[in-house]
Nanobody, 124 residues
Framework: QVQLVESGGGLVQAGGSLRLSCAAS????????MGWFRQAPGKEREFVAA????????GYGDSVKGRFTISRDNAKNTVYLQMNSLKPEDTAVYYC?????????????????WGQGTQVTVSS
């Protein structure tokens, strides 16, 4: 089993920045791809960003391209999401997810492990 714990959420003004962290435990972190997803009230969970096991390949949802950056530190068993130029529409619960496989995909159904989520609120 894999346990994922997110941190770093909070309240920020539009235009500001936050960095989310996701600490993993339970299995060899470098053996699986990682992703970030988010869910706003009344909406489906959507893909934000993902990264391959080595960090050599990344992908982003259209709404965050150029503003968010995903990275990982396999020595620390942690994946990060740097969020810049935040907008009110970025307000959501952000979830960290892991999948058994080296490559990332943008689909929630392909991820095997999920964290409990961390709230990000962007005020206008």
């Amino acid at each position: 089993q894999v346990q994922l714990v997110e941190s770093g959420g909070g309240l920020v003004q539009a235009g500001g920045s936050l960095r989310l962290s996701c600490a993993a435990s339970g299995r060899t972190f470098s053996s699986y791809a990682m992703g970030w997803f988010r869910q706003a009230p009344g909406k489906e969970r959507e893909f934000v960003a993902a990264i391959s096991w080595s960090g050599g390949s990344t992908g982003y949802g259209d709404s965050v391209k150029g503003r968010f950056t995903i990275s990982r530190d396999n020595a620390k068993n942690t994946v990060y999401l740097q969020m810049n130029s935040l907008k009110p529409e970025d307000t959501a619960v952000y979830y960290c997810a892991g999948r058994d496989g080296t490559m990332w995909y943008p689909a929630t159904r392909l991820y095997d492990y999920w964290g409990q989520g961390t709230q990000v609120t962007v005020s206008s």
